[in-house]
């Protein structure tokens, strides 16, 4: 049996996680480049804690790693991270280097871009990503 996705209004979407050669990171104005080795680094310890999603419910996968009672301890190159990736501030403005970027391989791969972008914060409780952008 042959399936019509064009009679089934069938749209599909693509997520590519790459990082792009920019001069700022995504969210905020700090640097993209890796810290150089003599950099030197500040700790910044923190617990993360869940919250209920908009159903009212907790994840077990978030509520298994926050039952876990784990610190965490982040080592931050100085000059190369800042509030926002630290999640004590909202994002700033989206990276115009990097939009255009992201238009340019929509146009290449002949894909019809959204009309507005909402920036979210994802919840990720293993200590893995900071920030939790996307």
């Known amino acids: 049996m042959e399936i019509d996705y064009r009679s ?17 990171k995504l969210f905020c104005s700090c640097p993209a480049r890796l810290a150089p080795d003599s950099a030197r680094y500040a700790e910044v310890s ?3 804690w869940i919250g209920r999603s908009e159903l009212g419910e907790v994840d077990p996968a978030a509520a298994y790693e ?12 100085e000059g190369h991270a800042c509030l926002v ?9 989206l990276n115009r280097e990097a939009l255009v970027v992201a238009l340019s391989i929509a146009r290449a791969l002949n894909a019809v871009p959204v009309d507005e972008v909402y920036v ?5 409780v293993d200590g893995s990503n900071t920030s939790g952008f996307q």
């Open 8 to 24: 089934l209004g069938l749209r599909v979407g693509l997520e590519i996680h790459q990082q792009l050669d920019t001069s700022t």
């Open 46 to 48: 923190r617990t993360l």
């Open 66 to 77: 926050i039952g876990r009672g784990r610190r965490i301890i982040y080592r931050v190159p």
């Open 85 to 93: 990736e630290l999640d004590e501030e909202p994002p700033h403005d």
């Open 120 to 124: 979210m914060r994802k919840v990720v």
